[in-house]
Each structure stands twice: as structure tokens, then as C-alpha cells.
């Protein structure tokens, strides 16, 4: 089965600045991938999505990369606020090839951004 | 307002009791899946579907039965509860397959079984 890592501990940006998040996964390299938000007590909340063959995606301030070589995805947020603080959770088909549908997440990385 | 609604919010139940979990949407979506979260864990699927009148089992789906009757409603059956499913459920559902699409999950019930 796929294994997804994050960074397991909380990321602290100063406000203004960057914030990249890591995501890494083992085994199949997933045809798309998928990042989303998570506040205290609310649900995930879609953010992007971004297939094989996109090396990059952008929304606003955010930015996404997929390196299928290096089976990573880094997710920046640009000029950073403390509305920004969040769980960011990465998610990956669970069943390559068109099998079983949904999705397998990450834990999640709680980012900080302090004023 | 669109999206995913699920109810209750919170729930109590003691152990063997059993239960349903609702989630409904509003956007005509086709596929629906359930997730558990657990603290320090993913979000794991429990259950898919990716139409009325058909459901699949996802990643845990021990003492756990779904339905799909309507292309709305998508109910989450706990049998018989246990302790070990004490966790936060949350419903999404996709306009085309969970991986190829984005995601519109509910609030989530939090659900504790003494």
C-alpha cells in the first residue's frame, strides 16, 4: 500500500515569508495528487490538484510541484499570513490503475504563522 | 448554501449499541466516500461509492455497512460499537473519481463509544 510522509512536527514561518511543506511518498507514483486544508473541528478543504505530467500548479498565493523522480510534492504559500495557520494534508489515489476509489492522506503538517 | 452535510455532530454510544451516521450533498455528485480520522493518523477510507446502488469496501471497513439508495445520500451503519471506533467520520464526495477531482468533505460527527 502507498505510504504518505509529512512533516510530522509543527512549521513556524514568520509572517511575509514562505512556507513550504513536504510531502513523500513510497511505492507507486500516483497519476495525480491532491493538497488540502484542514481547520480545528472542520472537515479537509480542497486546495489543488496536480497530475503527473504538470511539473508545477498555481492558485493565488499558493504553488504546488510533483516530482514523480523523486516522489515528492512541495506546497508553498507566498507572503504568508496567520490566516494561513492550518493543517495542510496531502492526498494520493489509494488504488492506482483504476481500482478502488478515494483517496490515501498524509498526516498532515500544522503550519504556524506567527505576526 | 452547496455542499456536504453530516449529522449529528456528536455522538455518544455504548459499547454494542448501534448507529447511523448521515451525510447528504447538493451537488449532484456521483461518487461519495466515508473517512475516519484518527489523532496522529490519515484520514482512512472506510467505504465508496461511486453511485446509487453501488458501494465497495475502502481501507477499514470491519463493523462498518453503507448504503447508497439515492444519488444524495450516502448513510454510514455502525453495527455494533466499540471503543475502537471512537473518532472523528467525515463524508466527501467527488463529481468524477476521489483522485481525479476535488473533494467537498462535511464537518465531520465526532463520535465516542464508551
Known amino acids: 500500500s502507498q505510504k504518505i510522509e509529512q512533516n510530522s512536527e509543527a512549521l513556524n514561518i514568520q509572517e511575509g515569508k514562505t512556507a513550504t511543506l513536504t510531502c513523500n511518498y513510497t511505492?507507486?507514483?500516483?497519476?495525480?495528487l491532491q493538497w488540502y486544508r484542514q481547520d480545528p473541528g472542520r472537515g479537509p478543504v480542497f486546495l489543488l490538484l496536480?497530475?503527473?505530467?504538470?511539473k508545477e500548479k498555481r492558485k493565488e498565493r499558493l504553488k504546488v510541484t510533483f516530482d514523480t523522480t523523486l516522489k515528492q510534492s512541495l506546497f508553498h504559500i507566498t507572503a504568508s499570513q496567520p490566516a494561513d495557520s492550518a493543517t495542510y494534508l496531502c492526498a494520493l489515489d489509494i488504488s492506482p490503475g483504476g481500482g478502488a476509489d478515494g483517496l490515501t492522506f498524509g498526516k498532515g503538517t500544522h503550519l504556524i504563522i506567527q505576526p | 448554501n452547496a455542499g456536504v452535510t453530516q449529522t449529528p455532530k456528536f455522538q455518544v454510544l455504548k459499547t454494542g449499541q448501534s448507529m447511523t451516521l448521515q451525510c447528504a450533498q447538493d451537488?449532484?455528485?456521483?461518487?461519495m466516500s466515508w473517512y475516519r480520522q484518527d489523532p496522529g493518523m490519515g484520514l482512512r477510507l472506510i467505504h465508496y461509492?461511486?453511485?446509487?446502488?453501488?458501494?465497495d469496501q475502502g481501507e477499514v471497513p470491519n463493523g462498518y455497512n453503507v448504503s447508497r439508495s439515492t444519488t444524495e445520500d450516502f448513510p454510514l451503519r455502525l453495527l455494533s460499537a466499540a471503543p475502537s471506533q471512537t473518532s472523528v467520520y467525515f463524508c466527501?464526495?467527488?463529481?468524477?473519481?476521489?483522485?481525479?477531482?476535488?473533494?467537498?468533505f462535511g464537518s465531520g460527527t465526532r463520535l465516542t463509544v464508551v
Open positions: 466527501a464526495s467527488s463529481a468524477s473519481r476521489a483522485s481525479l477531482s476535488a473533494n467537498t
Open positions: 451537488m449532484n455528485h456521483e461518487y
Open positions: 461509492s461511486v453511485g446509487a446502488g453501488i458501494t
Open positions: 511505492n507507486y507514483s500516483p497519476a495525480y
Open positions: 496536480i497530475r503527473e505530467n504538470e
